[in-house]
């Protein structure tokens, strides 16, 4: 139900911004990403697993649409392979790998409202939304979430040729 209420929106959006003769401007984004799961588990037997950060990577591709004089809409398709590290403290079997890293992979659609402030030949700009990702992958038998729901922020620099 949440993916079909997100999709809907996103159709609606983007008819309605395709109806006013807008200029949108694409692009490309290539990133570094941090994860963690949460919380450390601990089992019946007394085996422990503590989780920290660990690093990943994405990519994706972007549009950007103006929603007025000095504000505008961010709407970007990322591919996403996040990690965590682990540590396992096991006391009884199955013993496995002590520590080690968890990939998971996630396909994330971020829109963002963000405002611009020109200066020189470019603009600055900042802002945040909602980052709904879609798990489309992971390695073992952990059972991490299909569906998650995150914030994000935005900041940069313009320039007139388009780079940022």
Do not use: C
Not at 60 to 70: E, Q, S, T
Not at 126 to 140: L, M
Request: charged share 15%; no cysteine.
């Amino acid at each position: 139900m949440k993916k079909t209420i997100l999709i809907l929106l996103f159709i609606l959006a983007g008819a309605g911004l395709m109806a006013q003769k807008v200029k949108i401007s694409p692009g490309i984004k290539l990133g570094y990403t941090l994860s963690d799961l949460t919380p450390d588990y601990t089992d019946s037997t007394g085996n422990t697993t503590s989780y920290s950060l660990a690093g990943g990577y994405r990519i994706g591709a972007f549009a950007v649409i103006p929603a007025g004089k000095d504000m505008m809409v961010q709407a970007t398709i990322f591919l996403s392979r996040k990690r965590t590290s682990y540590k396992h403290t096991l006391t009884s079997p199955p013993y496995g790998p002590p520590s080690g890293f968890l990939p998971f992979s996630y396909i994330e659609l971020p829109l963002s409202l963000l405002y611009k402030k020109p200066s020189g030949e470019g603009f600055f700009y900042g802002g945040g939304g909602i980052s709904p990702a879609f798990r489309i992958w992971r390695d073992y038998y952990y059972n991490t979430e299909k569906f998650d729901l995150g914030l994000n922020l935005v900041a940069g620099y313009q320039t007139q040729l388009g780079f940022s």
